[in-house]
């Protein structure tokens, strides 16, 4: 066989199957960022509490690389530190939303028309609301704090997961499958939990995704305006907060963290959105 016959029978890898760079380097900084949340000793010993006011606005170097703020704290400590915070509000909002999104969505479908109608009203009147205006009337009546934040955060974005499952709802109902499960006298519980849940659980988990890096962004928006976590927390809303007031003297206390918050999200929407195309590839074949 002739050189030119062996390199054209060797077997060709296909391109549309290579993974990104962008989304590899997407997947990298989630992994950093999960483990920064699970064992944030692996990047950092310093205590991101513990003050030294002898080592106050030191610019970044080696031994703090993102400076350190005006109590002397090293800044990366605390950005490492507050990635378990920030990341679980992301996600449990996120579960939240999706839980009680899923519900009421569900309910509109199979609630009698009248309730049907109300579910849809409550779901328009939630959208007319920006998410980040109604998480802020939601943290003022509840108060400050993780769990509050995530309780906001998680609230006011209902409507959009309600809206997207009752849609997809509507369009399953009518497949053959779940008018046969109908007519051989299944339950409409086994039926949604047989037939309907299963065939929507790509978009909400697309959605899911996506959502988790939306919430982070939002929980670190209500603590930057004071109305989120509170410092000395190291949450990165509150880190933005604190280093806002000292943006001319020490410029570093704010531009990392508000690099690692935009970073984060575009990793997390850029994994969610590479599996949105991953997922439609797979039902197109």
Same mark, same amino acid.
């Given at each position: 066989?002739?050189?030119?016959?062996?390199?054209?029978?060797?077997?060709?890898?296909?391109? *549309?199957?290579?993974?990104?760079?962008?989304?590899?380097?997407?997947?990298?900084?989630?992994?950093?960022?999960?483990?920064?949340?699970?064992?944030?000793?692996?990047?950092?010993?310093?205590?991101?509490?513990?003050?030294?006011?002898?080592?106050?606005?030191?610019?970044?170097?080696?031994?703090?690389?993102?400076?350190?703020?005006?109590?002397?704290?090293?800044?990366?400590?605390?950005?490492?530190? #507050? *990635?378990?915070?920030?990341?679980?509000?992301?996600?449990?909002?996120?579960?939240?939303?999706?839980?009680? #999104?899923?519900?009421?969505?569900?309910?509109?479908?199979?609630?009698?028309?009248?309730?049907?109608?109300?579910?849809?009203?409550?779901?328009?009147?939630?959208?007319?609301?920006?998410?980040?205006?109604?998480?802020?009337?939601?943290?003022?009546? &509840?108060?400050?704090?993780?769990?509050?934040?995530?309780?906001?955060?998680?609230?006011?974005?209902?409507?959009?997961?309600?809206? &997207?499952?009752?849609?997809?709802?509507? *369009?399953?109902?009518?497949?053959?499958?779940?008018?046969?499960?109908?007519?051989?006298?299944?339950?409409?519980?086994?039926?949604?939990?047989?037939?309907?849940?299963?065939?929507?659980?790509?978009?909400?988990?697309?959605?899911?995704?996506?959502?988790?890096?939306?919430?982070?962004?939002?929980?670190?928006?209500?603590?930057?305006?004071?109305?989120?976590?509170?410092?000395?927390?190291?949450?990165?809303?509150?880190?933005?907060?604190? #280093?806002?007031?000292?943006?001319?003297?020490?410029?570093?206390?704010?531009?990392?963290?508000?690099?690692?918050?935009?970073?984060?999200?575009?990793?997390?929407?850029?994994?969610?959105?590479?599996?949105?195309?991953?997922?439609?590839?797979?039902?197109?074949?």
């Amino acid at each position: 066989m002739s050189t030119a016959n062996a390199i054209l029978a060797a077997p060709r890898i296909d391109s *549309a199957r290579r993974v990104p760079v962008g989304t590899l380097l997407a997947g990298l900084i989630v992994i950093a960022l999960v483990a920064a949340a699970l064992v944030p000793s692996l990047f950092t010993s310093f205590d991101p509490r513990e003050a030294a006011l002898g080592s106050v606005f030191q610019p970044p170097s080696l031994s703090h690389p993102f400076g350190t703020d005006q109590l002397g704290r090293d800044v990366f400590s605390r950005v490492v530190h #507050g *990635a378990r915070y920030s990341l679980l509000i992301g996600i449990g909002a996120a579960l939240l939303s999706l839980a009680v #999104g899923t519900l009421l969505g569900l309910l509109s479908v199979y609630l009698p028309r009248g309730l049907d109608r109300l579910a849809q009203r409550l779901i328009d009147i939630l959208l007319a609301f920006p998410e980040l205006l109604l998480a802020l009337v939601i943290v003022a009546v &509840l108060g400050r704090g993780p769990l509050n934040t995530l309780i906001a955060v998680g609230l006011s974005g209902i409507a959009g997961y309600a809206r &997207l499952v009752r849609s997809q709802v509507l *369009a399953v109902r009518l497949s053959g499958y779940v008018e046969h499960a109908r007519v051989v006298g299944e339950s409409p519980g086994w039926i949604i939990y047989r037939h309907v849940l299963p065939n929507i659980i790509r978009p909400l988990a697309i959605l899911a995704t996506i959502g988790v890096g939306t919430s982070i962004l939002s929980a670190s928006s209500l603590s930057f305006l004071g109305l989120g976590v509170a410092p000395p927390t190291p949450e990165w809303g509150a880190i933005l907060s604190e #280093g806002r007031s000292y943006l001319s003297v020490a410029p570093w206390t704010s531009i990392f963290p508000a690099t690692v918050v935009a970073v984060s999200v575009i990793s997390i929407t850029v994994l969610g959105r590479k599996l949105q195309a991953v997922i439609s590839r797979g039902g197109q074949q």
